[in-house]
């Protein structure tokens, strides 16, 4: 609290990030999804090749070379297609574009009760009214409860954080189709993990307030140039145009467009190293299972997992981390018995079942 901050600021509660390790600290980091592959080799040549003057200048402001290499990918136009400074700022410009403010309308956004914990963190510091609605037991998002509300918005993520669970293009079409009027928002962080879906973005010719945000963070393994981007009909990309003309007309940086472009663009690298990512899942997942923890069938590049009678979520964390393994806990009262551990690379995971194995 401060004398100097305004009522806003006084009363946030801001997000809390995954912790990182100290500068020099040797850790496993399975606690921020990120990727544990480094980027595509193509980044490495782009760097290398980067002409310094260059960055003299302001870069191009919608970053149009990232914008044609997501529409060539997705089969969009570059009207299309909106990019970000990471998509943490592309959802919170969603928010401040599509959704209304609560002393407007008094409608609500819905977003699944158990979800990226960013979701209620924008709705409150942007002044959009924020329901929760509850999953199903076994953590699935029951498309019916998106249906027939009079609501001001929805936001999804699919899959779903930390829960892991994806639901099919069919269900967001039954959402879609039951809120013609609002804005639904489908937030693909982990799509790219989910084996035999098609990203909702094949939707866009069809539904014309269907917005689907993704990142470059996760299966681009790239969170450190933070860009992320929007694919929607192009009225709804003209809104964020000019949101984020009132706030930041240069969100990608002129070395980060050109790594996003590159990294795109090498298909083969991105197949392979989400492949792989996904086979390390599997095994993670089987071995998880014969130590006692029950799983979700998981479609991200994480598990969410509840351990054995035998340790809870908050120790298992807590001895993990004495032994230099970083898993996230949510001191939260519906999750605080589940943990979730980003999956990293294969010799990273043996180290994290031996070590929970010797814990047990
Ligand atoms: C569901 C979801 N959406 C969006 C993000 C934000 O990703 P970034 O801002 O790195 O693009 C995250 C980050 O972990 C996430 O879990």
Same mark, same amino acid.
Request: include cysteine; hydrophobic fraction near 35%.
């Given at each position: 609290?401060s ?6 600021i006084?009363s946030?509660t801001?997000?809390v ?5 100290k500068?020099?600290q040797?850790? !496993?980091? /399975?606690?921020t ?7 595509s080799?193509?980044v ?7 002409d310094?003057?260059?960055?003299r200048?302001?870069?191009?402001t919608g970053?149009?070379i ?6 060539s990918v997705y089969?969009l136009s ?9 998509s943490d700022e592309?959802?919170a ?6 959704f $209304? ?5 008094g409608?609500s956004? /819905?977003?699944p009760d !158990? ?5 209620p963190?924008?709705?409150?510091f942007?002044?959009?009214?924020c329901e929760s609605?509850? /999953?199903?037991e076994?953590f699935?998002i029951d498309p019916s409860?998106?249906?027939g509300?009079d609501?001001c918005?929805?936001? !999804?993520?699919n ?5 892991a ?6 269900d967001i079409r039954?959402i ?6 609002v804005p639904?928002?489908?937030d693909? =962080?982990y ?5 035999g879906? $098609?990203?909702?973005?094949?939707l866009?010719?069809?539904?014309e307030?269907l917005i689907?945000v993704m990142t /470059?963070s ?11 981007f929007?694919?929607g ?5 003209e809104?964020?145009?000019?949101a ?8 990608g940086d002129?070395?980060?467009q050109?790594?996003?472009?590159a990294a795109i663009?090498?298909? $083969?690298?991105?197949?392979r190293?989400r492949?792989?990512?996904?086979a390390?899942?599997?095994?993670t ?6 130590l006692?923890?029950?799983l979700t069938?998981s479609? =991200?590049?994480?598990v969410w997992a509840?351990p054995?009678a035998?340790i809870d979520a ?8 004495s032994?230099?393994?970083l ?11 589940h ?7 294969d010799?990273e995971?043996k180290a ?9």
């Amino acid at each position: 609290m401060s004398k100097y901050w305004n009522s806003k600021i006084n009363s946030a509660t801001p997000y809390v990030a995954g912790e990182q390790p100290k500068p020099g600290q040797k850790v !496993i980091k /399975l606690n921020t999804n990120e990727n544990p592959y480094p980027p595509s080799p193509k980044v490495r040549e782009v760097l290398q090749d980067f002409d310094i003057s260059d960055l003299r200048l302001y870069p191009n402001t919608g970053s149009d070379i990232v914008r044609d290499a997501v529409a060539s990918v997705y089969g969009l136009s570059r009207e299309n297609i909106f990019v970000g400074n990471g998509s943490d700022e592309v959802l919170a410009l969603c928010w401040q574009t599509f959704f $209304e403010k609560e002393y407007n309308t008094g409608k609500s956004v /819905l977003v699944p009760d !158990i979800s990226y914990s960013f979701y209620p963190v924008f709705s409150s510091f942007y002044d959009v009214r924020c329901e929760s609605v509850p /999953l199903r037991e076994d953590f699935f998002i029951d498309p019916s409860d998106y249906c027939g509300r009079d609501c001001c918005g929805i936001a !999804i993520a699919n899959p779903n954080a930390p829960t892991a669970r994806l639901i099919s293009l069919d269900d967001i079409r039954k959402i879609l189709d039951s809120n013609p009027d609002v804005p639904v928002l489908i937030d693909e =962080a982990y799509a790219d993990f989910a084996e035999g879906y $098609e990203s909702a973005a094949s939707l866009i010719g069809e539904y014309e307030n269907l917005i689907v945000v993704m990142t /470059l963070s996760k299966s681009y393994s790239l969170a450190g140039i933070r860009m992320g981007f929007a694919m929607g009909s192009s009225e709804l990309i003209e809104g964020l145009t000019m949101a984020r003309d009132s706030f930041n007309s240069y969100p990608g940086d002129r070395v980060a467009q050109k790594v996003a472009e590159a990294a795109i663009l090498d298909r $083969e690298y991105w197949d392979r190293t989400r492949k792989a990512i996904i086979a390390t899942r599997k095994w993670t997942s089987d071995e998880l299972r014969k130590l006692g923890f029950q799983l979700t069938d998981s479609q =991200a590049n994480f598990v969410w997992a509840k351990p054995p009678a035998q340790i809870d979520a908050q120790t298992l964390y807590n001895s993990l981390k004495s032994k230099g393994i970083l898993i996230r806990y949510f001191n939260k009262p519906s999750i605080s018995d589940h943990v979730r551990i980003t999956i990293g690379t294969d010799d990273e995971m043996k180290a994290l079942i031996d070590a929970i194995r010797e814990e047990l």
